[in-house]
């Protein structure tokens, strides 16, 4: 995390400074959120699972509370940010993000309402399966609507991200889960059929019915030469990341201009300054993390630290792998920060606090390696 934390800052001075795009560096700011990120990663390992537990329906409800109230802050204090009304201004404190600390709470509420689910149907069935289902539903779907009209479609693909192998494991009978993944999978299949077959029908019914912010990304991405102005980010960040080649222009020394290079497309400034080979490194770093995640998370002591440790390893991968991939031009545009590289407070903290989690699930079965048998049975 230190190391990831130099490279950060080393990135984001040099995204903000080379091309002229803004006046100074976010570099003290960043390596202040750095240092805010570690006291409250340290502030969440303090507590225990017990207490965990207990903060997690509050924080869900304030955190809800404060997102729905987004829809009605005045300009004031919430003004729109690139067609988005996302932040809070906060004076002498800058941007919040509520919709990132959502991830927190969905986390450790869908995680209790899995456990108390499991315990008080021990037998499996279907009907307590979709029990289970509807409740993760009620938790879930008021705020990703609230998410959704801001508009916001990068935050709910993290949610689902971090929801559905809680899911995986939660013990849902196996056909049930098939069912489940055939649902989505079906409809992803019949658009891709409906785009290429049926384009004309497919931009009519479909497209027409999304926000023109939706559509330009949609169109941007799948023909970037034909769409100039909406894949204009996505262009030049290919171009920013080839330029590189295998070893790089050299530090501060990238050359092409990317509007907010220092918080969505900072992979692409890395890439070119230090190549392949830097590039590669600082990928196989952020998967380490992960892998270290995975490795505490299989030692977990009981379903609830396994479900979090789940929940928090796939929203990391798939925040990696959707960042890097759209400044590749792989995927579309959405709007997701790279993790704990990125430029952003609220996204760097909310991070953290998912860490200080991995830390508490650590600690957990770390402080009762030598235990007896009788207060291995008091804990559980």
Not at 122 to 127: A, D, H, I, V, W
Not at 256 to 278: C, L, M, R, W
């Amino acid at each position: 995390m230190l190391l990831l934390g130099g490279i950060s800052c080393l990135f984001v001075h040099s995204s903000s400074v080379t091309i002229g795009q803004y006046e100074g560096s976010f570099t003290i700011k960043q390596f202040i959120f750095y240092i805010l990120g570690f006291l409250v990663m340290y502030g969440v390992t303090i507590l225990d699972i017990k207490q965990l537990k207990k903060i997690g329906w509050p924080f869900y409800g304030l955190i809800v509370g404060v997102t729905a109230g987004l829809i009605f802050a005045p300009a004031s204090i919430a003004r729109a940010v690139n067609g988005a009304k996302a932040w809070y201004q906060i004076p002498f404190i800058g941007t919040i993000q509520p919709s990132e600390f959502l991830k927190f709470a969905f986390l450790i509420v869908i995680s209790k309402v899995i456990v108390a689910h499991q315990e008080k149907f021990t037998r499996p069935s279907y009907l307590a399966d979709f029990k289970l289902l509807f409740k993760i539903a009620l938790i879930v779907i008021p705020p990703m609507l609230i998410v959704y009209r801001q508009p916001d479609t990068g935050m709910i693909m993290l949610y689902m991200a971090m929801i559905l192998p809680m899911i995986f494991f939660s013990g849902i009978q196996t056909k049930l889960l098939i069912a489940f993944a055939a649902v989505p999978t079906v409809i992803v299949s019949a658009f891709i059929i409906l785009y290429v077959k049926f384009n004309d029908f497919f931009t009519e019914t479909f497209l027409a019915k999304l926000s023109g912010h939706q559509v330009s990304r949609i169109y941007g991405w799948l023909h970037p030469y034909e769409y100039m102005d909406s894949s204009f980010q996505s262009r030049q960040g290919f171009i920013a990341i080839g330029s590189g080649q295998m070893t790089g222009r050299g530090y501060l020394n990238n050359e092409v201009y990317i509007p907010e290079k220092h918080t969505d497309y900072i992979f692409s400034t890395i890439a070119e300054e230090v190549g392949f080979i830097g590039g590669s490194f600082v990928i196989a770093l952020l998967f380490f993390v992960i892998y270290r995640i995975v490795l505490i998370t299989v030692q977990a002591r009981d379903p609830f630290m396994t479900l979090m440790g789940a929940g928090i390893s796939s929203l990391l991968a798939f925040q990696i792998t959707q960042n890097i991939g759209m400044t590749l031009g792989l995927l579309p545009v959405t709007g997701v920060t790279l993790p704990f590289l990125s430029y952003g407070g609220s996204s760097l903290l909310s991070n953290f606090m998912l860490m200080g989690i991995v830390m508490v699930i650590h600690n957990s079965y770390n402080g009762y390696m030598f235990t007896s048998k009788q207060q291995d049975d008091t804990y559980d």
